[in-house]
């Protein structure tokens, strides 16, 4: 069963900071995997999208790479910004099962001004 | 439309009634997946269509849930007897194609009181 983890819960960084994510997954089979920015009481958006067959992917100051024989990917943010602050998703669908989604319990991100 | 539509944005309703959540998926989008998202985690998945057909319902916790997308656009997923327990945030979630990104309305709240 694949379980996906997201370490730390909680980060608080100062403005300007370069900055990691973490997401690790159990199952390295995996379709894709989808990193998302969740804002208080709001829905998902979705930041970056990696295929199985991908290393990376990137948008402006995000950047995210995928490491499927280790089970792992990582969002960098660069040059952080207060606007940044929110609580970040990970997602993977699994190749043995249908195209839903597993997600993280997600990283909540401060960025102090 | 432009993105995922869901409504009501709220509801409140009394333990042991009937109530319909409503998602409006982008045009042309043939996935559509329902997921649960309680305070403090990630989202979990309930059910996901393609088309007119329920392809996964692994998810749904019990027979009280139940969700229809008679016409491949429109879905409404349907609770029975709510119980306090199923208090949560109800997102709908659609893609161009299975696998593909997944794009996320804005949600539900349900509270049931």
């Known amino acids: 069963k694949q379980e996906v983890t997201q370490i730390p819960a909680a980060l608080s960084v100062p403005e300007g900071e370069n900055l990691v994510l973490n997401c690790s997954f159990t199952?390295?089979?995996?379709?894709?995997l989808q990193w998302f920015r969740q804002d208080p009481g709001k829905g998902l958006t979705s930041l970056l999208l990696?295929?199985?067959?991908?290393r990376e992917q990137t948008s402006g100051r995000l950047n995210a790479s995928l490491d499927k024989s280790s089970g792992r990917s990582t969002l960098y943010i660069a040059a952080s910004q207060p606007g940044d602050s929110a609580t970040y998703l990970c997602a993977v669908i699994t190749t043995s099962g249908t195209y839903k989604y597993i997600f993280g319990t997600g990283t909540r991100l401060k960025v102090l001004a | 439309g432009a993105g995922v539509s869901q409504t009501p944005s709220n509801k409140v309703t009394e333990k042991g009634k009937y109530v319909e959540l409503r998602c409006d998926p982008i045009?042309?989008?043939?996935?559509l997946y329902w997921y649960r998202q309680s305070l403090g985690q990630g989202p979990e998945f309930l059910i996901y269509?393609?088309?007119?057909?329920?392809?996964?319902d692994s998810g749904l916790p019990n027979d009280r849930f139940f969700a229809v997308r008679p016409e491949g656009s429109v879905s409404t997923l349907k609770i029975q007897r709510t119980e306090r327990g199923d208090s949560a945030v109800y997102l709908c979630?659609?893609?161009?194609?299975?696998?593909?990104?997944?794009?996320f309305g804005p949600g539900t709240r349900l509270t049931v009181l």
């Open positions: 990696i295929q199985s067959s991908q």
């Open positions: 979630a659609s893609s161009l194609v299975n696998g593909g990104e997944q794009f």
């Open positions: 269509f393609q088309g007119t057909g329920a392809a996964d």
């Open positions: 045009s042309g989008h043939t996935a």
């Open positions: 199952d390295s089979a995996i379709y894709n």
